[in-house]
């Protein structure tokens, strides 16, 4: 098979290693390695410290089980020691990369210049950096990383599955372990909004189990049933979910045994309902209910058991979907996800914003703008501002000015996205942003735009008091300070993880809080007929209360803490509530807006 401009996607996994060359028009081809399409992850380490990888190393085990080591993958990312060698797992994985790179570049010619590898989604900075150097050892260079549930995801997606922009989807990859991810589709892509793994919840589980049950305790070591014996079972579970029964070898002198379906699904369905908890529990996670799901897919060897849709489904109560060839899933994914790093040229115009999306954005626009006229236009002052005579003092909310400021950074962060998009579009621009990048610049510019903003409301409101800039540039700008730097750097982090983009801001603490502000702003600065105090004081605290309740609803994502939080915060701030409050919620709020931010980095971080 001839490709042009070919790629090379790679899936290694904690039991096999699945890789495929595709071309530009989607055709694929999957490299056989050893002889096999999806060579075992397993490892041989000898006296003398030479490593061997994939089907030798099993033959090598029968006559040194001492070097063998089962799955890379399991042993951390630290070093293992094997007859007496001290050996780094990155080398073990490279071994097996290695290979892979060396099939891709018989049936090439060479190694394509593009080439991704697939990491769970779950697996931070340091541990893609590892992998990383172990591609880098194989002589892969520095691939591109996609994350498996975004690949399997697009895979679909590209398939001809109806995935609209803002569209929820639940990926329950089920291999050797389990890992479930939320994702939702942006206009740049799929994002993750939350992931859970159970090392416990896979395939490795269940044929643990499985040999348990079948075999006598002479197959076992240390508590446990040895490799060879796991890979004959396994073999076994594999073949039942297309064969009524089938004959399990195992390594002598235990003689073969028989398994058929039902005992499969009947060791499995404990390790299976493990799973789809873990699923029901990324859905939680996500702050979604299993109604908001446009699709759920598994994915994943594991996946092609009968038992598995029934018990998702049970669990989850929604229809499960097992994909075509679910074990290949997101290697395939990779190999087609073009959209990640196409040129931006070929990015397609942003989607039409529906009414919910504008709406959304309106609202901390409009509240920004009349908190900003409010603060200017219920100033006090001491002298003439008509007669332009410097007054001795301007009583001003500064507060109210720093809120106003944090509403316009959120407005332009949730522009952001669309903003990319648009320069990436710019004839001058083109062919200079990929998917990542556009949002990159977004953010940036979004940032920027902000400052802008801010700096205009000090000086309009400098000009307007008659007095020099300073103080109210301070209260502008200084506020939104550690907001955009933390928002600048998820969207570093987002350059470099492209499936990954910025949650978008929860509307409610924004119009709790925006809302709040501007009623205790008002009630404390409005003149009133003294018997009306009592409904403008009752007015003041509960401006306050709701600014707290907005602060737990935005800090918190758990909703038993949230409820807790609010009712503290709320009735704190209701007994509490004073004029001389006012600079202290503008600086509450910006800690608030900053701790959300930190949030998202330090999620993105683990």
Same mark, same amino acid.
């Given at each position: 098979?001839?490709?042009?401009?070919?790629?090379?996607?790679?899936?290694?996994?904690?039991?096999?290693?699945?890789?495929?060359?595709?071309?530009?028009?989607?055709?694929?081809?999957?490299?056989?390695?050893?002889?096999?399409?999806?060579?075992?992850?397993?490892?041989?380490?000898?006296?003398?410290?030479?490593?061997?990888?994939?089907?030798?190393?099993?033959?090598?085990?029968?006559?040194?089980?001492?070097?063998?080591?089962?799955?890379?993958?399991?042993?951390?990312?630290?070093?293992?020691?094997?007859?007496?060698?001290?050996?780094?797992?990155?080398?073990?994985?490279?071994?097996?990369?290695?290979?892979?790179?060396?099939?891709?570049?018989?049936?090439?010619?060479?190694?394509?210049?593009?080439?991704?590898?697939?990491?769970?989604?779950?697996?931070?900075?340091?541990?893609?950096?590892?992998?990383?150097?172990?591609?880098?050892?194989?002589?892969?260079?520095?691939?591109?990383?996609?994350?498996?549930?975004?690949?399997?995801?697009?895979?679909?997606?590209?398939?001809?599955?109806?995935?609209?922009?803002?569209?929820?989807?639940?990926?329950?990859?089920?291999?050797?372990?389990?890992?479930?991810?939320?994702?939702?589709?942006?206009?740049?892509?799929?994002?993750?909004?939350?992931?859970?793994?159970?090392?416990?919840?896979?395939?490795?589980?269940?044929?643990?189990?499985?040999?348990?049950?079948?075999?006598?305790?002479?197959?076992?070591?240390?508590?446990?049933?040895?490799?060879?014996?796991?890979?004959?079972?396994?073999?076994?579970?594999?073949?039942?979910?297309?064969?009524?029964?089938?004959?399990?070898?195992?390594?002598?002198?235990?003689?073969?045994?028989?398994?058929?379906?039902?005992?499969?699904?009947?060791?499995?369905?404990?390790?299976?309902?493990?799973?789809?908890?873990?699923?029901?529990?990324?859905?939680?996670?996500?702050?979604?209910?299993?109604?908001?799901?446009?699709?759920?897919?598994?994915?994943?060897?594991?996946?092609?058991?009968?038992?598995?849709?029934?018990?998702?489904?049970?669990?989850?109560?929604?229809?499960?979907?097992?994909?075509?060839?679910?074990?290949?899933?997101?290697?395939?994914?990779?190999?087609?996800?073009?959209?990640?790093?196409?040129?931006?040229?070929?990015?397609?115009?942003?989607?039409?914003?529906?009414?919910?999306?504008?709406?959304?954005?309106?609202?901390?626009?409009?509240?920004?703008?009349?908190?900003?006229?409010?603060?200017?236009?219920?100033?006090?002052?001491?002298?003439?501002?008509?007669?332009?005579?410097?007054?001795?003092?301007?009583?001003?909310?500064?507060?109210?000015?720093?809120?106003?400021?944090?509403?316009?950074?959120?407005?332009?962060?949730?522009?952001?996205?669309?903003?990319?998009?648009?320069?990436?579009?710019?004839?001058?621009?083109?062919?200079?942003?990929?998917?990542?990048?556009?949002?990159?610049?977004?953010?940036?510019? &979004?940032? /920027? %735009? $902000?400052?802008?903003?801010?700096?205009?409301? !000090? +000086? @309009? #409101?400098?000009?307007?008091?008659? =007095? *020099?800039?300073?103080?109210?540039?301070?209260?502008?700008?200084?506020?939104?300070?550690?907001?955009?730097?933390? &928002?600048? /750097? %998820? $969207?570093?982090?987002?350059?470099?993880?492209? !499936? +990954? @983009? #910025?949650?978008?801001?929860?509307? =409610? *603490?924004?119009?709790?809080?925006?809302?709040?502000?501007?009623?205790?702003?008002?009630?404390?600065?409005?003149?009133?007929?003294?018997?009306?105090?009592?409904?403008?004081?009752?007015?003041?605290?509960?401006?306050?209360?709701?600014?707290?309740?907005?602060?737990?609803?935005?800090?918190?994502?758990?909703?038993?803490?949230?409820?807790?939080?609010?009712?503290?915060?709320?009735?704190?701030?209701?007994?509490?509530?004073?004029?001389?409050?006012?600079?202290?919620?503008?600086?509450?709020?910006?800690?608030?807006?900053?701790?959300?931010?930190?949030?998202?980095?330090?999620?993105?971080?683990?």
């Amino acid at each position: 098979m001839q490709f042009g401009a070919p790629r090379l996607a790679i899936d290694y996994g904690t039991a096999c290693t699945r890789a495929v060359v595709a071309g530009p028009d989607r055709s694929w081809q999957a490299l056989t390695i050893d002889g096999a399409p999806e060579p075992a992850n397993v490892a041989h380490i000898d006296a003398g410290g030479q490593i061997t990888v994939g089907n030798p190393a099993w033959r090598l085990a029968l006559s040194d089980p001492d070097g063998f080591v089962g799955a890379p993958l399991s042993e951390g990312s630290a070093t293992i020691t094997r007859n007496g060698r001290e050996v780094e797992v990155c080398e073990l994985v490279a071994a097996m990369l290695r290979l892979v790179a060396d099939e891709a570049t018989r049936v090439l010619g060479e190694l394509p210049a593009d080439i991704r590898l697939t990491v769970p989604a779950g697996w931070g900075p340091r541990r893609r950096t590892w992998l990383r150097k172990a591609a880098y050892q194989a002589g892969l260079g520095q691939p591109s990383m996609i994350e498996a549930p975004v690949a399997a995801a697009n895979h679909q997606l590209l398939a001809g599955n109806q995935l609209p922009v803002g569209a929820f989807v639940l990926v329950c990859d089920l291999g050797a372990t389990a890992e479930a991810s939320v994702l939702r589709r942006g206009p740049l892509g799929f994002e993750v909004l939350s992931t859970l793994a159970d090392a416990h919840a896979g395939g490795q589980a269940i044929d643990e189990l499985l040999a348990g049950a079948l075999l006598v305790p002479a197959g076992t070591a240390n508590g446990r049933p040895s490799w060879p014996v796991l890979a004959s079972v396994r073999t076994g579970k594999e073949a039942v979910s297309f064969e009524a029964a089938v004959s399990v070898p195992l390594p002598p002198p235990d003689p073969a045994v028989v398994i058929n379906a039902a005992q499969v699904e009947q060791v499995a369905e404990p390790v299976l309902r493990r799973a789809a908890d873990l699923a029901a529990a990324a859905v939680q996670a996500a702050e979604l209910t299993t109604a908001d799901l446009a699709a759920v897919y598994a994915v994943g060897g594991t996946a092609t058991m009968p038992a598995t849709q029934r018990i998702l489904q049970e669990r989850l109560a929604v229809a499960v979907q097992t994909v075509a060839m679910p074990g290949a899933a997101a290697v395939l994914g990779a190999a087609d996800a073009a959209g990640t790093t196409a040129a931006a040229g070929d990015v397609a115009p942003p989607p039409a914003p529906t009414l919910r999306g504008l709406l959304a954005l309106l609202v901390p626009g409009v509240l920004s703008l009349t908190l900003f006229t409010h603060f200017v236009f219920s100033a006090e002052f001491s002298g003439s501002r008509v007669l332009h005579l410097r007054p001795w003092w301007v009583w001003a909310n500064y507060g109210e000015l720093a809120i106003a400021g944090l509403l316009a950074l959120i407005v332009c962060l949730g522009f952001g996205p669309l903003a990319g998009t648009i320069l990436a579009r710019d004839q001058r621009l083109r062919g200079r942003f990929d998917g990542a990048g556009q949002l990159s610049a977004g953010m940036f510019t &979004a940032v /920027a %735009v $902000t400052a802008a903003i801010c700096a205009v409301y !000090a +000086v @309009l #409101a400098s000009l307007y008091f008659v =007095l *020099p800039f300073g103080l109210q540039l301070r209260w502008a700008l200084l506020p939104i300070l550690p907001a955009a730097l933390l &928002a600048l /750097a %998820v $969207t570093v982090l987002v350059r470099r993880r492209p !499936a +990954v @983009l #910025a949650e978008s801001f929860p509307m =409610l *603490p924004v119009l709790l809080i925006g809302g709040g502000d501007l009623l205790f702003a008002y009630t404390i600065s409005s003149r009133h007929l003294p018997w009306l105090h009592v409904l403008y004081l009752v007015g003041e605290r509960a401006g306050v209360a709701l600014v707290g309740v907005g602060i737990a609803i935005l800090l918190l994502r758990i909703v038993l803490l949230r409820a807790i939080a609010a009712v503290i915060l709320g009735g704190l701030g209701f007994f509490i509530a004073d004029y001389r409050m006012s600079n202290v919620l503008g600086v509450a709020v910006a800690l608030a807006v900053a701790g959300w931010w930190a949030q998202r980095l330090w999620s993105m971080l683990r």
